[in-house]
């Protein structure tokens, strides 16, 4: 049976994850893998052409990353995107995404290279934008693309279609387009449900709607979204995607959003459950001890 090969990606800039990642590399070489590692880099960028490579192949057989849910954003659109499985050790801090705490790696690793750990799917989203009849390279996210106002306090209007019918005319800050794994992230803060992370669907989620009847859309995965500015706006306007880069959304551009044909798969840590994580990371009343199945109550 041939080795296996695995990527390691870490945190940049942060002596934690530079040292465990070293530390993690010696350990799986010694057990005979061949070991890829890259520190990821996550920039603030603007421009119009979006481009993101990593320097770990995409023929790997899996990938762990080290660090925060950021680090394993920018890891998801650079390498899971080629359907590369990621384990994702928490080294920040809400980690909705990455799961296993640093002192239980190993013996995960060790349960990896046993076959034992399931694999999750979970779906993307892929943005085409348009700008005078040329067209940027699509761009692939797992959490969400963000359209936002610049820091001026005048509202934007946000001309909205779904599958070629017009919906309407959001008067908001922005709009927020997710997925159910983005759902506990900007939409979260911005008023929109949690959808479970394996669901086939996505919300579209205004930002301080001037019209307060303008509430959050469940749509399915075969939906379409197309998005315009509804008139000029003398302040900037800016497309994120996944927060970490975008390009300036200008009057007269487009974009249109529907579900990516690529996934992303995440390896679920032992005893995963994502109700014990929303009771902890959000942290809710009540006590699962307290809880019993229906048929023991009397």
Same mark, same amino acid.
């Given at each position: 049976?041939?080795? &296996?090969?695995?990527?390691?990606?870490?945190? *940049?800039?942060?002596?934690?994850?530079?040292?465990?990642?070293?530390?993690?590399?010696?350990?799986?070489?010694?057990?005979?893998?061949?070991?890829?590692?890259?520190?990821?880099?996550?920039?603030?960028?603007?421009?119009?052409?979006?481009?993101?490579?990593? $320097?770990?192949?995409?023929?790997?057989?899996?990938?762990?990353?080290?660090?925060?849910?950021?680090?394993?954003?920018?890891?998801?659109?650079?390498?899971?995107?080629?359907?590369?499985?990621?384990?994702?050790?928490?080294?920040?801090?809400?980690?909705?995404?990455?799961?296993?705490?640093?002192?239980?790696?190993?013996?995960?690793?060790?349960?990896?290279?046993?076959?034992?750990? &399931?694999?999750?799917?979970?779906?993307?989203?892929?943005?085409?934008?348009?700008?005078?009849?040329?067209?940027?390279?699509?761009?692939?996210?797992?959490?969400?693309?963000?359209?936002?106002?610049?820091?001026?306090?005048?509202?934007?209007?946000?001309?909205? $279609?779904?599958?070629?019918?017009?919906?309407?005319?959001?008067?908001?800050?922005?709009?927020?387009?997710?997925?159910?794994?983005?759902?506990?992230?900007?939409?979260? $803060?911005?008023?929109?449900?949690?959808? *479970?992370?394996?669901?086939?669907?996505?919300?579209?989620?205004?930002?301080?709607?001037?019209?307060?009847?303008?509430?959050?859309?469940?749509?399915?995965?075969?939906?379409?979204?197309?998005?315009?500015?509804?008139?000029?706006?003398?302040?900037?306007?800016?497309?994120?995607?996944?927060?970490?880069?975008?390009?300036?959304?200008? *009057?007269?551009?487009?974009?249109?959003?529907?579900?990516?044909?690529?996934?992303?798969?995440?390896?679920?840590?032992?005893? *995963?459950?994502?109700?014990?994580?929303?009771?902890?990371?959000?942290?809710?009343?009540?006590?699962?001890?307290?809880?019993?199945?229906?048929?023991?109550?009397?």
């Amino acid at each position: 049976m041939p080795s &296996q090969s695995v990527g390691i990606i870490f945190k *940049y800039r942060h002596k934690p994850a530079e040292t465990q990642a070293g530390k993690l590399e010696r350990w799986l070489k010694e057990r005979g893998l061949r070991v890829f590692s890259e520190e990821m880099e996550i920039r603030d960028s603007l421009g119009w052409s979006i481009e993101e490579s990593s $320097s770990i192949p995409t023929t790997v057989n899996w990938v762990v990353v080290l660090g925060g849910d950021g680090t394993l954003l920018g890891a998801a659109r650079k390498v899971g995107r080629f359907g590369v499985p990621i384990l994702g050790v928490n080294l920040g801090g809400l980690g909705f995404l990455t799961g296993i705490p640093l002192n239980r790696l190993y013996s995960v690793v060790r349960l990896l290279l046993e076959g034992k750990l &399931q694999v999750e799917n979970r779906i993307m989203l892929e943005a085409r934008i348009v700008r005078k009849g040329e067209e940027v390279h699509p761009v692939q996210v797992l959490n969400d693309m963000v359209i936002n106002k610049g820091t001026l306090a005048r509202i934007i209007d946000l001309d909205v $279609s779904i599958n070629g019918e017009f919906l309407t005319t959001f008067r908001a800050d922005g709009l927020i387009v997710s997925t159910p794994t983005g759902s506990t992230a900007y939409n979260l $803060s911005a008023g929109g449900p949690i959808l *479970y992370p394996t669901m086939q669907s996505f919300i579209l989620t205004p930002i301080c709607p001037f019209t307060l009847t303008n509430r959050p859309i469940l749509l399915p995965e075969t939906a379409v979204i197309e998005i315009r500015l509804g008139k000029e706006s003398e302040e900037q306007v800016v497309l994120t995607f996944d927060g970490q880069v975008g390009i300036d959304f200008r *009057y007269g551009d487009h974009v249109i959003i529907q579900k990516s044909k690529e996934s992303i798969k995440l390896f679920k840590p032992p005893n *995963y459950s994502f109700f014990n994580i929303l009771r902890t990371k959000l942290m809710w009343g009540g006590g699962a001890d307290e809880w019993k199945p229906r048929e023991e109550c009397s």
